[in-house]
């Protein structure tokens, strides 16, 4: 633990914050420690030798991979310092192999061990760099020997039998020891995982179980709002009978269009709270598509001449069948209408139209104060309340969008927004041909 503690003071705080990265910063850490120490033995190597190079590299091994992870600590990047980790290890292994006879030094296979050390610490594509550098490495040390290069042999050749005792097996010792050092790592990065999976599911089912309250409780509270407000509704139209004053009538009606706009309200609620629990797929039928459309455009007439709009449908005499659910289709083109109603000026003309493509496409466009680029986002989200408010003080419950993009899902279609450039919206569906 004391061990631990210690790799972790070199860690730069802000690594803390990333699981992989302060996994990649400790193994790095670590490795380059062991190294460190790893290359002190090969410093008294080189005095007993006589091989002063030796020395001298061995020697800048041990102040390099323990001045790396103090390096860690600063903000240079760790990509970087995990590439310096390969280097350092590859300048003393190419410049002693030369210096002990090239090919013949029993230095020369330590080259292997460069493109292992970048895979260990550096990742995958570093590794594959410093094998291309190894092998042409190697491959030019060999080149030389056919070619009778004659490279110095600095160290004390009587010793040679030793010399290939203590550094061959020294090879396999230092992969050895940063292989443990990284299957340790990851091994603690497996549990750390492992016990993050379990706060997740932990959380999620904790999370799902409030959900499904908060649902029932809503599905409860709209159920119960039913009957009273339909009563208050009720009420309303009996005092209306009774012939009041005029200052009474206003009241009376203000609040009939109170109930009313309070049980569209509850509808809503209560369509997407059963659309949030159906995933099973929706028998789809093919649909004549224009007569549908004009159906509903004509369902709209009377609102529509009241705030003096005109709902202009393209003439459409291509035939167009879509694969939809006709209650479904309906509530779409209803709320895609009505919401341009709500948000156009008076006076101001609604276009509906249709475009064949390898689907059927339709698009609703008004006129109105359009859709903020900052709420955009929010379009097609629950209860969403945008800048933008209806023109004739209509109710809006933030759920019309929000049901339409579920019954597109539902269809097997889709939903989205398009910004005019002379101002305005167009909210555009897309249906599979019959």
């Known amino acids: ?24 910063a400790r193994l790095l ?7 460190s120490l790893f290359s002190i033995s090969y410093v008294w190597l080189s005095i007993f030798f006589h091989y002063n190079k030796g020395l001298y590299f061995t020697a800048f091994n041990v102040i390099g991979y323990f001045v790396l992870p103090v390096l860690v600590r600063t903000n240079l990047s760790l990509r970087l310092l995990t590439n310096i980790y390969p280097t350092l290890g590859a ?35 570093p590794a594959i760099y410093w094998s291309i550098f190894s092998f042409a490495c190697m491959v030019g ?6 070619n009778h290069f004659p490279f110095p042999v600095e160290y004390d050749v009587e010793l040679r039998p030793v010399w290939f005792l203590f550094i061959v ?30 706060t997740i599911e932990s959380q999620s089912n904790e999370l799902s179980k409030l959900l499904e309250e908060k649902d029932q409780i809503i599905r409860i509270l709209a159920h119960d709002l039913k009957n009273p407000l339909n009563n208050i509704t009720m009420l309303s139209k009996l005092l209306e009978k009774e012939n009041p004053t005029h200052e009474s009538m206003e009241i009376v009606h203000m609040i009939g269009k109170a109930s009313n706009n309070a049980n569209v309200l509850v509808k809503h609620v209560l369509e997407m709270a059963t659309l ?21 455009v004509q ?21 167009c069948v879509v694969l939809a659910n006709l209650t479904y289709l309906r509530l779409v083109l209803e709320n895609l209408i009505s919401n341009a109603l709500k948000f156009s000026p008076p006076g101001k003309p609604i276009k509906v139209s249709i475009a064949l493509t390898e689907n059927v496409q339709v698009r609703v466009r008004d006129y109105g104060p359009g859709i903020s680029v900052d709420e955009e986002g929010l379009l ?36 989205w927004f398009e910004r005019p450039e002379d101002g305005g919206a167009v909210f555009a569906i897309e249906l599979a041909k019959a």
């Open 1 to 24: 633990m004391e061990l631990v503690r210690l790799a972790d003071w070199f860690i730069n705080p802000s690594y803390f914050n990333d699981s992989a990265t302060l996994r990649k």
């Open 29 to 35: 850490v670590r490795s380059s420690l062991l190294t």
């Open 91 to 125: 300048i003393t292994v190419l410049v002693l192999t030369w210096f002990s006879g090239g090919m013949w030094s029993a230095i020369y296979p330590w080259i292997i061990a460069i493109p292992v050390l970048a895979l260990l610490v550096a990742g995958k594509t």
């Open 141 to 146: 040390y060999g080149i030389l020997e056919i």
């Open 169 to 198: 097996p020294g090879l396999l010792l230092i992969i050895m020891v940063v292989s443990i050092t990284f299957e340790s790592t990851l091994q603690r990065a497996m549990l750390d995982v492992e016990s993050q999976k379990k």
């Open 276 to 296: 949030d629990y159906r995933y099973e797929n929706v028998k789809l039928l093919p649909i004549e598509f224009p007569s549908v459309l004009q159906d509903v």
């Open 299 to 319: 369902s709209f007439k009377n609102a529509s001449e009241k705030k003096g709009i005109a709902i202009h449908t393209d003439e459409f005499n291509e035939y």
């Open 380 to 415: 097609f989200k629950k209860f969403s309340r945008l800048s933008a408010r209806p023109t004739a003080n209509e109710d809006s419950s933030g759920l019309g969008l929000s049901l339409v993009k579920r019954y597109m899902e539902l269809m097997n279609g889709r939903v």
